[in-house]
């Protein structure tokens, strides 16, 4: 039986999950467009969409809703960035309120296809437009499909990613109260991921980057050990980096991941946070186990084959620091900055490039100094992010 205090605890980071939560009508759509001037947008980002998602029949402006479909559905999200936009940030309406282009992140049309063979056709062409690199992003619990949308525009357009972003929105129904629902979505959606990759490598894309956040690293982990087990690990030699931010996966299970996996050719990218309070509750609710993305022996890590960042002394955006790779400023860019080589034109591996140099020409971080513990299965390197 769990003690008082881990009983408070629980009640507690539950009461600061809700009251940080997401929009509860998970609305993506206006019902009525709202135009803005070519000048109050910064740019439109044309998202692809992979979803095991039902389609959203009840409220067609959510799109698709938190019911699991056992077939991949496929689109594609045409986004507006506002102009008054600043980096880390995402900015939506409130609630049901429609958004408005010049202010918020907007939807400006969404696209069907009809199947997977018309999907591959419209992002083959997108693809060999935009560079030939893809970068999937797998989000995590508790996120509606427009949650998802938003921060892959966000993630894409902060980074300057140079190739096409691409959204895999597994079944979240989008609720704190639907962790454990969430739980077996992500474990249905596995091999829905895994088909996805495949897709991908068939295009002409030369990388194809994942960036997965919390309970989308578990899915994540278990299609690339899937692909192991086909022996087809780096898709046919175009994956490219893999960056695991705040993973919600217990610590041995993720060693066994990586055991199946093996080493991989480029160490993949772990960012995790001791101070992460999401991943405190979700620790209570799995039986006080740890999770690989508040994990305390980054070393430990290291030794399957990963690069371990330690975010504990960056500031976050929320309550939570579930979310640090993303709404900080200048992590958010130090990502972009990686990314914008691709990883097999990369010159060196990261354990033997100079990390003490990366973000220098970012500019300053908001907020005072913090620094980034970088553990490789060689040595423990230091980023200062710079401050005001």
């Known amino acids: 039986m769990a003690s008082i205090p881990r009983i408070l605890a629980f009640v507690a980071v539950a009461l600061m999950v809700a009251s940080c939560g997401t929009s509860p009508s998970h609305d993506l759509l ?15 980002h044309e998202i692809f969409v992979a979803t095991t998602r039902q389609r959203a029949d009840k409220d067609p402006r959510q799109v698709f809703d938190g019911d699991r479909s056992l077939d991949t559905a496929f689109a594609r999200v045409d986004m507006t960035v506002p102009a008054i936009h600043k980096v880390g940030n995402i900015e939506r309406a409130k609630g049901r309120a429609p958004s408005d282009p010049a202010k918020d992140f907007s939807a400006r049309r969404v696209t069907f296809y009809r199947d997977a063979g018309v999907f591959e056709k419209a992002i083959s062409a997108n693809i060999s437009k935009r560079g030939d690199r893809v970068l999937v992003f797998v989000h995590g619990f508790n996120n509606g499909f427009d949650d998802g ?209 990366l973000g220098k020409g970012i500019g300053q971080t908001v907020g005072s100094a913090a620094e980034i513990v970088i553990t490789t299965p060689f040595k423990v390197l230091r980023v200062v992010t710079g401050g005001e």
Request: overall charge neutral; aromatic content about 6%.
């Open 30 to 44: 206006n019902k009525v467009a709202i135009d803005a001037p070519a000048s109050a947008i910064a740019a439109t």
């Open 149 to 357: 949308v938003y921060r892959v525009t966000q993630i894409a357009h902060d980074t300057k990613y140079p190739g096409t972003p691409v959204l895999f929105s597994w079944a979240s129904a989008g609720k704190i109260t639907g962790y454990v629902y969430d739980k077996e979505s992500a474990n249905a959606a596995r091999d829905d991921l895994e088909a996805t990759l495949k897709m991908l490598a068939h295009t002409k894309a030369r990388s194809i980057d994942i960036i997965a956040h919390s309970m989308g690293t578990w899915v994540t982990m278990e299609a690339l050990r899937q692909l192991a087990i086909e022996n087809n690990r780096d898709l046919n030699g175009k994956l490219g980096y893999v960056i695991l931010a705040s993973p919600d996966i217990d610590v041995d299970v993720f060693k066994k991941q990586m055991i199946r996996y093996g080493k991989p050719d480029r160490p993949f990218t772990v960012l995790l946070s001791g101070d992460d309070r999401a991943l405190q509750l979700s620790s209570i609710i799995s039986g006080s186990k740890p999770r690989v993305g508040d994990y305390g022996d980054a070393a430990d890590l290291a030794k399957y084959g990963v690069v371990v960042a330690d975010l504990t002394a960056a500031k976050g955006s929320d309550r939570l620091n579930h979310a640090k790779f993303a709404d900080n400023p200048f992590l958010v860019q130090l990502i972009g900055e990686r990314l914008a080589v691709p990883a097999g034109l990369a010159s060196a591996p990261i354990d033997a490039e100079p990390i003490d140099t």
